[in-house]
Nanobody, 125 residues
C-alpha cells in the first residue's frame, strides 16, 4: 500500500511558476513509476508527466513539454513537478499517482495503482 500526499498548489499569474511535490509513504518508493495528471472542471483526467523508477526516463504531454519538469528523490520518497511559464489553461486539480510497472506499462494511461487527493492549481490571466 502506498499513500500519496500532494502539496504546492495555489494561485499564480500567467507566466509564473509553481512547484508541486508529492510525498509517498512506504519503503518501496523506488519500485514505483510516478506520474502527474490533472483534471479541469467538467473534463477528463489527463496525463501531464511521468518518471521511471530510477528517474532515468521521463515522459511529458505535448502541452507541457519545455515548461514542466518532473523529478524524483528516492531517498526522500518524493516526486516533484516544476511548472514554469504557466498558462490559464494549466488550471486544474493536479494528482500524483504511483504504479508498479509491468511489461505493458503505459506512463500516459490513468491506470495507476495509487492516487493522491489532488492539489488545486489556478492560473489567472
Amino acid at each position: 500500500q502506498v499513500q500519496l500526499v500532494e502539496s504546492g498548489g495555489g494561485l499564480v499569474q500567467a507566466g509564473g511558476s509553481l512547484r508541486l511535490s508529492c510525498a509517498a509513504s512506504g519503503r518501496t518508493f523506488s519500485s514505483y513509476a510516478m506520474g502527474w495528471f490533472r483534471q479541469a472542471p467538467g473534463k477528463e483526467r489527463k496525463f501531464v508527466a511521468a518518471i521511471s523508477r530510477s528517474g532515468g526516463s521521463t515522459y511529458y504531454a505535448d502541452s507541457v513539454k519545455g515548461r514542466f519538469t518532473i523529478s524524483r528523490d528516492n531517498a526522500k520518497n518524493t516526486v516533484s513537478l516544476q511548472m514554469n511559464s504557466l498558462k490559464p489553461e494549466d488550471t486544474a486539480v493536479y494528482y500524483c499517482a504511483a504504479e508498479r510497472p509491468l511489461n505493458d506499462y503505459d506512463p500516459t494511461s490513468t491506470d495507476y495503482d495509487y492516487w493522491g487527493q489532488g492539489t488545486q492549481v489556478t492560473v489567472s490571466s
